[in-house]
């Protein structure tokens, strides 16, 4: 699982970094200010979320089977993340780009991140100490 979750980091966390400089420097003349802004939010959040990612594969990893619970709970958290990078971050990517008008779908992944930062810290909670 720890794998999974390190190779989902380092694919969220590049195209986060070349999606905002592609805003930066691509996007710039040909979005208003305002689509500009909602560009770089949908970065922002895929890039902290890539890090708590990469949290929860370092976490998993450390962790292995010892605690059965604890790494069901830290795959579900990273399995959150994941969903909400791609419904949150990637809603607004298409309405910036595309002018698609997608809902409830980015809140609705909004929430998986806030589902997938609960998990983190039952997951803490969970864990022995040492």
Do not use: D, E
């Not at 930066?24 to 208003?32: E, M, P």
């Not at 949290?55 to 399995?79: E, I, N």
């Amino acid at each position: 699982m720890w794998r999974a979750y390190l190779l989902a980091a380092a694919f969220f966390g590049f195209t986060g970094v070349a999606l905002g400089a592609f805003a930066a420097h691509g996007l710039k003349s040909h979005l208003t200010t305002q689509y500009l802004a909602v560009f770089q939010t949908a970065v922002q959040y895929q890039l902290i979320h890539a890090l708590a990612l990469l949290s929860v594969a370092l976490l998993a990893r450390q962790a292995g089977s010892r605690v059965l619970a604890t790494a069901g709970v830290l795959a579900t958290a990273g399995a959150l993340f994941s969903l909400g990078i791609l419904l949150f971050s990637g809603s607004l990517y298409l309405i910036t780009l595309a002018g698609l008008n997608l809902g409830l779908v980015t809140p609705l992944g909004g929430v998986l991140f806030l589902c997938g930062w609960l998990c983190l810290g039952v997951a803490a909670w969970q864990r022995p100490t040492p």
